[in-house]
């Protein structure tokens, strides 16, 4: 049981960080990430709903016809995606205004139908729940080191809090949407050179 | 929120690109635009389900969802239409019109999990729009991403010869180039502003 949690969470979080490695939910991680307090909201609303999601649909996969199996899983994601939802619009409106769309869009975030299927369906709920944190955390892992790089280089602050002071110059570039695609692309360039390093 | 619907269409499609300025669909964006038929194919089938769910999501929202005070269902409810309709759609190309069903078949199913889809209709909601509001921007956004994903596959495929750096080939690759042409698109910003 140890070692099962251990290699689930080294390979969540690394080996097959579902952003880097897979490259999947990347409209989130490009779309929230010129804020770090909007990007944390973000990681831990994926993480929860990935975790419950993943450890309902273990639960429940001796009941669900394999048939339909998609359908139920979609609406059990959706069903956490609106308690996401309404807690962040009753606890933090301003964030709820700000990642605006995107919340909703954790219904299709390819990482936690890809959990639900690829683990849930096949492993008992208490390690579903688990596999499930890890990746989201894999996920929030990403993208919290994406938002440092924007944030600190487009407003020269780190959670709304001044870091660079004065004189340093800021790059608009960096709050536009162009600078997300060029930063997680050099963040995917220097783990794959790294990988395929490790590999020869 | 008072635009015109026209506006609302050409702003949808160069000025606020669903892909390059929403970051919306990126998984099939990335996965099919490696050669340019198939992203045309799925473009299309892109454009013709954001069009017509968008309006169906509309229709639905305003006038059983908000009476009944249900709003906050709103996201079950759009992905099972979409869902719904994706199905349907497939179940009557491949009764009617067998030959567009095995040039788009393979993608409709991919579509029901382009968030793409499901993103505008929440814009939609979010920003108020009206009847006519709701169907150009449908019509536009799918134009738009079509655009986006024919425009990547056409850059990757002439420089699918050049030699990249090993980490950087496929997805980062794939990236890059988007970033570049969302920097070309900024500088048409002017035009119009819907955001």
Redesign the interface.
Known sequence: MNSEIKAITEKDLWTENPVIRQ??????A??VTNLMSNTLIMGLGVTFTTAFSSMTVSALRHVIPTRIRM?VQ??II??Y??IV??VLKAYMPEVSANL??YV??I????II?GRCEAYGQSNPPGLAFFDGLMSGLGYTMVLMFISVIRELMGFGTLFGIPILGEWWTRWT?MV???????V??TI?????????KESV | MDINPIVIFFASIFTSNIV????????SY??ISKDLKSSWGLGQAVIFVMATTTILNFLVYKYILVPTGLE?????VF??IV?AFVQLIEMILERFMTNLYYALGIFLPLIT???AI??VA??MV?REYTFLQSLAYGVGGGIGWALAIVALAGIREKVDETKV?????G???A??V???M??AF?GLSGIANIQ
Not at chain 1, 176 to 182: D, G, Q, R, V, Y
Not at chain 2, 165 to 169: A, D, H, S, V
């Open positions: 490259i999947l939910g990347i409209c989130s490009l779309a359908m979609t609406l959706a069903s995606v609106i939802d309404i605006g769309p909703g869009l219904i299709t975030n390819c139908m570039i536009m949407p162009a600078s997300a695609f060029f997680l692309a995917i360039w220097v783990v794959q050179a790294r990988q395929s | 390059l300025t929403n970051f919306l669909g990126m998984c990335l996965s906050y269902l709103r996201y079950i992905i099972i869902a999990v382009n968030c499901l993103g929440l814009f979010i750096p090993k980490g950087l080939q997805p980062g690759f990236l890059i988007t970033g570049i969302a920097m900024i």
